[in-house]
């Protein structure tokens, strides 16, 4: 037995600086490890991470990348530290346990399995349809926002719900730029406008299910921050799984740089938070 790998001393990160070093960097220069059981990552996990139960790990090494810094947790930080010292004495260059596992991370969560919301891209589409959906998943978000201003008495909460639109309005703006870039500008925004799928909410998931999720006071800015803060993590999420699922580059590309943007806007909302707060 090479005992090495359970002798090997790890380096831990504290959430904030785990926090701190992915929001530093591009979604693909590091990768978030959950060690814990299917069952667990699906009531919930930090948005991003990659599933690997720690039974499964030592079979599964070459579905990480071993160049780059990981990021391993669990649900308190006993598995993760296993996992850990498996993929220091494995050869892994930089490998970081995150202390107090997920029940220290206070951040918004994600949930599902690795498969929700993936039906939406199934890894062979085009640039163009990826594209198209990254567009329609903005534009459910954006026609909730919109839907809510005239349902709510305070005015600060129709400002907020206002500002967050305008957000998503320009995050669609860009989208459509990249289409317009990539097929040479031939199809303009209403036409590409009516291109778009049916919108459920960035993240794959449906207005009425997040609002019974999460029954937030709409007349409260800190619990519209928080249900906004909820939607862009689930987004997160499933724009950086399927970019590790997409075959094409391209595809890849464009997937991670919508979910590098959805991190940029989780923590601005956090900043926005903490400022109302």
């Avoid at 990254?134 to 500002?163: C, H, W």
């Avoid at 669609?172 to 406008?193: P, V």
């Avoid at 519209?224 to 799984?241: F, G, H, K, N, V």
Wanted: some cysteine; charged content about 25%; aromatic content about 8%.
């Amino acid at each position: 037995m090479r005992w090495k790998q359970f002798i090997t001393p790890v380096q831990s990160f504290s959430p904030d600086e785990a926090k701190t070093f992915m929001n530093g960097v591009s979604g693909d220069a590091f990768t978030l490890l959950d060690v814990r059981q299917p069952r667990e990552y699906h009531d919930e996990h930090i948005p991003g991470a990659r599933l690997i139960p720690l039974g499964e790990l030592s079979d599964r090494l070459s579905e990480i990348d071993r160049n780059i810094p990981t990021i391993v947790y669990c649900a308190i930080g006993g598995r993760s530290r296993v996992a850990a010292q498996m993929l220091s004495g494995k050869g892994f260059t930089t490998v970081y346990n995150l202390k107090g596992g997920i029940k220290a991370w206070q951040d918004p969560k994600a949930f599902g399995s690795e498969e929700s919301g993936l039906t939406l891209f199934t890894g062979k589409e085009s640039i163009t349809d990826t594209l198209i959906v990254a567009y329609s998943l903005e534009e459910g978000l954006k026609a909730f926002y919109l839907a809510m201003i005239p349902q709510v008495k305070n005015e600060t909460a129709r400002d907020l719900f206002k500002k967050l639109s305008d957000i998503e309005t320009k995050h669609q703006e860009r989208i459509y730029q990249e289409y317009a870039n990539i097929t040479g500008g031939g199809m303009s925004r209403e036409a590409f406008q009516e291109k778009i799928i049916e919108p459920a909410m960035e993240g794959g998931i449906t207005i009425e299910e997040f609002i019974a999720m999460y029954q937030p006071d709409l007349d409260v800015v800190e619990e519209i921050i928080s249900l906004a803060m909820a939607i862009e993590a689930q987004a997160l999420d499933l724009y950086q799984r399927a970019s590790d699922r997409a075959e094409k580059p391209e595809n890849k590309t464009a997937l991670l740089q919508i979910a590098n943007e959805e991190r940029s806007h989780l923590e601005q909302l956090g900043k926005l938070f903490e400022q109302i707060v």
